[in-house]
């Protein structure tokens, strides 16, 4: 194993595969110095409660002290509400600014495995409109909002839990994060299904 995908793979170990995080770095401009703005990681976590994190919660038995670092360099919002309690409806909102009853899936839910791109091709997203404005990004962790498979024959899969028997995974996935402008993507779709294996932009690494 190279040292590159040592450390990608050791990183997405550390941060768990409910994890999603959102990285956005702003371009270097002349001089080789940044463009005064900030850089952004945006962390969404699967079921992790408000107590979870030590400073927010001096009691709790889980040691959070990067999380606490950024807590006390940055703003702590104490008081925030989302449409929806579960993975996919939420990411949908957080990358569009929409509710996510307005999507394809107006009922909610989370998607299945191999279900059709829940973000439409032409709507913009939070990271198009951060690459837009002058920003590097990249996305690390589950996804999960749909990507696009070729089965065998080069049909596009549109039943979902095909399970993945009839895939070529050979073949570019096609509308995943890089199609929802992020320069870079490293991570997984929905893990407890095939592939069993991480995804580096639009290849699997391995089956």
């Not at 770095?25 to 940044?34: C, F, T």
């Not at 360099?73 to 409806?89: R, V």
Request: proline letters at 7%; glycine letters at 10%.
């Amino acid at each position: 194993m190279n040292q590159k995908n040592s450390t990608r793979r050791d990183f997405i170990k550390t941060l768990g595969l409910g994890y999603a995080v959102l990285v956005a770095v702003p371009y270097l401009y002349g001089q080789n110095k940044p463009q005064q703005r900030p850089n952004i990681i945006f962390i969404l976590a699967d079921d992790m409660g408000y107590g979870d994190v030590k400073c927010l919660n001096p009691d709790s038995k889980i040691p959070t002290p990067n999380l606490d670092k950024m807590a006390k360099k940055g703003i702590t919002f104490t008081d925030a509400h989302s449409s929806s309690s579960l993975c996919s409806p939420t990411r949908y909102g957080i990358m569009t600014g929409r509710y996510s009853w307005r999507s394809s899936r107006p009922q909610g839910g989370a998607l299945s495995p191999y279900a059709q791109p829940l973000i439409e091709s032409d709507r913009l997203t939070l990271s198009q409109y951060l690459k837009n404005n002058g920003y590097h990004t990249a996305c690390f962790g589950k996804w999960h909002l749909g990507m696009n498979y070729r089965d065998k024959n080069g049909e596009i899969i549109e039943k979902d839990f095909d399970m993945g028997w009839n895939v070529d995974y050979s073949r570019p996935i096609e509308n995943g994060p890089n199609k929802s402008g992020f320069d870079y993507y490293f991570g997984v779709d929905v893990p407890n299904y095939p592939p069993y294996c991480f995804i580096e932009n639009d290849r699997t690494i391995g089956v």
